[in-house]
Structure formats: C-alpha cells, structure tokens
C-alpha cells in the first residue's frame, strides 16, 4: 500500500519536474492549518513540493490546532492586522471572516490569466464559499458523513449489514446493544457526538430543516427534529445510546475500543478508526436514507486568503491555493487522508483509489450532499441547537418545550449576530 | 519635612531633583508596563463595553448599555456567575482547611519531612492544562482509577463529566487539589514565625492543643489566612484552563461554565467582544467590591500582633 501510495505521489506530481518559479522573489507566505495524524501531514508533504517548485517563494505551514482553535488565533491575528496570508478554515466562519473584509474575493484571481477552472467541481461544495456574487473560500478537505460499525457486533447481533434506513438504524442501536448479568450496560449500540453536525444528516433526510440559508425562517422545533430526538432520548434512556464527554475520548473512543457498536462520523476518522480499532473488526457505510431518500451535510475545510497580503504575497498566495487544489494534490490528500476526492480529475489521478470499498463508499457519498451550509455558518443557531440536543439526552429534558425555548432563543441570537456592523 | 510638605511641587522637585529622579528610573519601567499592559487594556475593555464589535469590523458600534441590559436579561450570565460563585467558594474554603491541617502536620517533626513538604507542593507548580488532564483519567469511566475503586466497592459510580450535575464538582477538585499546596507552604511559613513564648507559656498555664490552637494559634495566623482568602478568591473566580480542557462548560452549556470561560467563548469563539468587554467590566467590578467587603470584614477578626 505504502509502494504504491508513494508511486501514485511520484507519477502525479512527475510532470512537475524541477523549479518552475514565475513568482515574485522573496513573496514567502505563512499558511495556517488544522487536522494533525495523516491529514496534517499530507499537507506539509504538499507545502515541501510547492516549496521545491517554487525556490524563490517559501510556504511555511504552521498548525493552529483544531478547527475552532485556528478561528479564534484567526479572529485575534486579522484584529492586530498579522496572521498568515493563507488560512485553511472550516465552514463555520466564512460569513464573519468574508463579511469583515478579512478574506478575499477570490472570483477574479479564479477568472484571471493564471485562473481556476472549478466548471467540473460539484456546485454543492463551492456554494459554502460564495456569498453575495463573491467566493471566499474553497473546499479542499471535504468531508462527507460516514457510519463506522463494529462487523464482530453486528454478526454477534444477527444483523446482515449496515442499516439502510434510519428506522433500521434505532432497531439495530437496541439490538447491538449489551448487558451483564447485572444489567449494566457492556456495550452500547450507539455512541453519539456532542456536536449537531452528524444530526443534520438525520434530520435532512428525514424530511426536517432547522433554518433556511438567510435565517429568516429558524424551526429547531420542526416537528421532524422533534421525532427524531425523541427516538434518540429514548435510545439514551433505554442504554442502547451514549453521549460521552469529549475529555475522556468522547464518541471515538467508545467505538475503538469497542464499548459501542456504532458511530456517526465522518472520514475524518477514517484513519484513527481502521489503524487503532483494537479486539474488533471496523467498517464503514454511508448514512442511512429517510422519508427524502439520502441527504448529506456536507463538512471539512477549505483554503481562503487573506486581505492583508501584500500584492506580491497575494500572488505567491493564489500559486499556492491553486497548487493545492490541482487534481494531483487532491487526489494526494484523498489517498494519504481519507478525504474525498471530490472532482472528476482528482478521481482519475487517484488511480486505483475507489478499488477499495471503503474509499468508494466514501466517495458514493458525494452525490447526496446538500448546499447548505447556512446551520454551519451560524454560532447563534449552532449553540442553541448543540445545547438543546444536549440538555435532552443528558439531563433528560422535556424535547418540545427545550426545542421551543431554544427556537426563541436562536431567533433572537440571530437577529444580534447578523445585524450590520 | 513639614516645610518640605508645604512647598510648590516645582520647589521641592528642582530641590529633591535627584530623588526624583531615581524615583522614576525605579518606578518608571514598571508603570509603563503596567500602563500599557493593564491599566489602558482596562480602560478600553471598559470602552468597548458600551459598542457591538466582532473584533473584525473597522470601528465599533456604539450600543449605550444594550450589552449590559442583555447580559442581565440571560439566564446563561446569571449561571456562570452562580458556578464561578460555588467555584470560588468551594476551593477557597475546603483548600484552605485542608492546607491549615496539612501545614500544622507538616510543621511537626517528622520523618522525611522534606519530601512530604516538596509532594505537598507538587500539584501547584503543575501547569493546571497538566492537572486537568490528570483529573480527566483519574475520573474516566472506564480507565480510571475511581471506576476502578468503584468496581472494587461494587457500585456504579457516576460518571462525573458526562453528569450536567457533576461536572462542576469535578472542576472544583483540580481547583482544590492545585490550591492546597500553595496554600499549605503559605500556612508553613506562617506557623515557623509564630513567637515561641506565646506556646511556652501556655505549656505552662496546661492549655489543651486543641484550646492552644484556637486561641493561639488561629488568631496569630490570621494575616496570612487573610491573604490567602484575599488572593485565593481572586484566583478562584478567575478559573478557566480546567474548565476548557476538562468540559469546555458543558457537558450541557453552562452546567460547568465559569465567568471567564464564558468570557473568552463570547469574545473570541462568537465574535462578541463588546458583550466579552461589559462581562470583563462587571467581573472588575464585582472583584473590587468582594474585596473590599473583606478588607472591611478584616478589621474583626485579622490581629496584626499590635
């Protein structure tokens, strides 16, 4: 694997052969990321390959954390007027970054002399980055949502593969689930993530929305929301579905070491789960379908560059977003990360990737996915909704009156969060 | 020095040029930190509490007391000031006790006394991201060595992260376990100064240990209790690594959120630093007040050995 991993890199990037620097000398940029393990790394090894082909313009990759982390060093550095000149940034904040004139309109360095053509890229995942007739940002690490299940379990349990509909889906968390002589819980069927993001899946699909992209419209009380985390308190309630806190190893950890049966993930996983899987056999499979068939919340991250670069860096800036997001280097990244390979071109440099039935049930996702980041975007409706979610599996809270309440409250947020400045 | 009182400043500084002059050398690299640093981050901070700003915007917008009316109108405000209110207390006190009993224990003369003393001291020179990382495994469901005493005892203890309830509790045992140490080297020192003829004589007069050390004892030590409550309290309400690395404020936001950990998520996470700034300016505020209150309550009970 690693032979011809490495193979594939060589063959993509052989054309490339020695330096082919056009760029102004001495533009050095700083790029900022996030994902450490093999996504972070996969970076660097691309960072180093600009760096060779371009000696006059040195890239330095510096790591920032975690998503949320990079945002906030972000939101200090863009206040103070430092900061790198290229950021990889998650959906979250590209409103508040593009609607501050920290980033930049990335729509005529695309349809300029040394431009990008993204015609083939699927309009889906360009849509988070275009606000107002501008793009901000585009997507680089895309994320899909994928389901990880214990193979051992589900033998165990009888059950033939992984569920194909959501109803399928609370049947199989109960029947995976196990209990001691005692009746203390040996393994859960589910173990879920404290974030709303796998859920938007769920509630998608199921024919449910909780706001419209422009957040005129806020339903966190939709009565499909309603259905769906009644079912998942009940899940809780019954032991056949845990929540556990992050600081210990949160939902991840549950299912590598096999105290829970199920995850709803993304890819992002993909190479924790099937390198530190222990006692156990992992798999993966998309989301179930609901009433409207699949419907994807699409995740991961992007590149995006920042006003305050010069013109001279701005352009080493925008050589480097487009060697990024060349078919080469994404076809590098989706192999070395697990994410996806999400244009036609990358998929052909990948070569053999989609062989394997894990990538492919990855990348089968890609169809399904919806354009609408607009939950993503918000921290206004994605708090109230995170500690709603929370407050009825954890404390058991009644789920119409605490979706109600934090309906109002997202309203109200809303309204605050996205009033002109 | 009465004379010198009533001259003109200029007088006094043309004739005390000198002194003046060393006067600032001295102070002057430390007040330009200070200004800089604190003094002009607080002016600001209290400027910034009366606009909406998302830090990126060009200029604030002025908002009167629209920030203070909505942080009086949130239940989540009022939360954190409650948890930061229990935190405080919590550490202060049961710290405290613990260091004052741990302090007298250590002052006897034991049997490898020094290293009791560096273990006692341990915890607080523990980065508390260290700390809380301990605690995290230490309180583990599954792994750690309380679900393990646990199963031992044949109980299902709770799980006190994932417990909306509980989870504070947990961040309050990192606060007491990091303050009983510095605390205790405090209360060390106090009782090496105490005068040893005050003890002399009650030996003398048949005082019961626990009789000399209520009356004794406690009220010599009072100035340094004081300070530690002082300084202990301030330190408390300012509580954030552990809150971060151990729940980040949930597991049900805020069941375990502190003022400051609200603060930074507000400012730096939601992009409302005017909101952050009027919560910095209430905590100023309120930190001043407290303190105050105990420096007037001091009078009562702190015996400075005059």
């Given amino acids: 694997m690693a032979l011809v991993s490495c193979f594939s890199f060589l063959a993509a990037f052989g054309g490339c052969g020695g330096p082919q620097s056009s760029l102004p000398s001495g533009s050095g940029i700083t790029y900022w990321r996030t994902l450490s393990g093999a996504a972070g790394d996969a970076q660097d090894t691309l960072v180093a390959r600009f760096n060779e082909q371009h000696p006059d313009s040195k890239v330095t990759s510096e790591f920032q954390g975690s998503y949320s982390d990079l945002a906030t060093k972000l939101l200090t550095a863009a206040a103070a007027r430092r900061g790198p000149q290229v950021t990889q940034l998650g959906t979250f904040e590209i409103r508040q970054f593009a609607k501050s004139g920290v980033l930049v309109d990335l729509k005529p360095l695309m349809n300029g002399p040394n431009g990008l053509d993204t015609s083939g890229w699927p309009p889906t995942l360009l849509a988070a980055g275009e606000i107002d007739g501008s793009v901000y940002w585009l997507p680089f690490n895309v994320a899909v949502p994928v389901l990880y299940f214990n193979q051992d379990a589900f033998a165990a349990a009888g059950l033939p593969g992984p569920p194909e509909t959501w109803a399928d889906f609370f049947e199989y968390a109960r029947k995976l689930t196990r209990l001691d002589e005692k009746g203390a819980v040996q393994m859960n069927g589910l173990a879920l993530w404290n974030i709303t993001w796998p859920l938007l899946s769920m509630i998608w699909s199921e024919g449910g929305e909780l706001t419209n992209r422009d957040y005129t419209d806020i339903t966190l009380n939709d009565p499909v929301v309603i259905r769906m985390l009644i079912d998942l308190q009940s899940l809780v309630r019954e032991g056949a579905a845990t929540l556990p806190d992050k600081a210990s190893g949160g939902h991840r950890a549950a299912f590598l070491s096999g105290r829970a049966a199920m995850i709803l993930d993304s890819q992002d996983a993909f190479s924790e789960v099937f390198t530190q899987a222990s006692g156990f056999t992992p798999a993966l499979a998309n989301y179930p379908a609901g009433a409207k068939g699949k419907v994807y919340a699409p995740g991961g991250g992007g590149l995006a560059i920042l006003a305050s670069a010069t013109p001279e860096q701005r352009a080493t800036a925008w050589a480097y977003v487009r060697h990024m997001l060349s078919p080469e280097s994404i076809a590098y990244y989706a192999r070395e990360s697990g994410y996806v390979a999400f244009t036609e071109e990358s998929r052909r440099a990948a070569g053999d990737l989609l062989q394997d039935p894990r990538y492919a049930a990855i990348h089968d996702a890609l169809p399904y996915l919806r354009a609408d980041y607009s939950v993503n975007m918000s921290p206004a409706v994605r708090n109230a909704f995170d500690e709603a979610f929370q407050k009825i599996l954890v404390q058991n809270a009644d789920v119409q009156a605490t979706l109600d309440a934090a309906d109002a409250r997202a309203e109200a947020a809303v309204k605050e969060e996205l009033a002109p400045q | ?306």
């Fill in chain 2, 1 to 306: 020095m009465l004379d010198a009182g009533r001259r003109p400043l200029a007088r006094a500084f043309r004739r005390n040029g000198r002194e003046w002059l060393t006067f600032l050398l001295f102070v002057g690299p430390n007040l330009a930190l200070f200004a800089v640093f604190t003094y002009w981050p607080i002016l600001r901070s209290f400027v910034l509490s009366f606009t909406k700003w998302n830090l990126l915007a060009p200029a604030p917008e002025w908002a009167g007391l629209a920030n203070y009316r909505r942080l009086f109108a949130d239940p989540t405000f009022w939360r954190v000031a409650l948890n930061t209110f229990i935190y405080a207390v919590a550490v202060v006190a049961v710290a405290q006790a613990c260091a004052f009993l741990l302090a007298l224990l250590l002052n006897r003369p034991l049997r490898g006394r020094a290293l009791l003393r560096t273990i006692a001291f341990l915890p607080h020179v523990t980065t508390t991201a260290v700390a809380a990382l301990v605690w995290v495994i230490v309180l583990h469901p599954h792994y750690g060595p309380l679900s393990s005493l646990y199963a031992a005892l044949g109980v299902n203890g709770p799980n006190w992260l994932e417990s909306a309830s509980l989870a504070l509790f947990a961040v309050i045992a990192v606060g007491i376990w990091k303050e009983i140490g510095f605390a205790s080297l405090f209360f060390l020192a106090g009782l090496q100064g105490l005068p040893a003829d005050c003890y002399e004589a009650a030996a003398l007069d048949g005082v019961r240990p626990l009789s000399r050390l209520w009356h004794i004892t406690i009220p010599l030590m009072s100035p340094v209790i004081f300070f530690l409550l002082v300084t202990g309290f301030i330190a408390a309400t300012k509580a954030f690594d552990s809150v971060a690395i151990m729940t980040e404020g949930g597991p049900v936001y805020p069941a375990s959120s502190t003022y400051v950990y609200h603060l930074y998520k507000l400012g730096f996470r939601d992009f409302q630093a005017g909101l952050a700034s009027a919560l910095a300016c209430i905590f100023f505020i309120v930190t001043v007040a407290i303190t105050a209150l105990q420096f007037r309550m001091a009078s009562r009970w702190v015996h400075y050995g005059e």
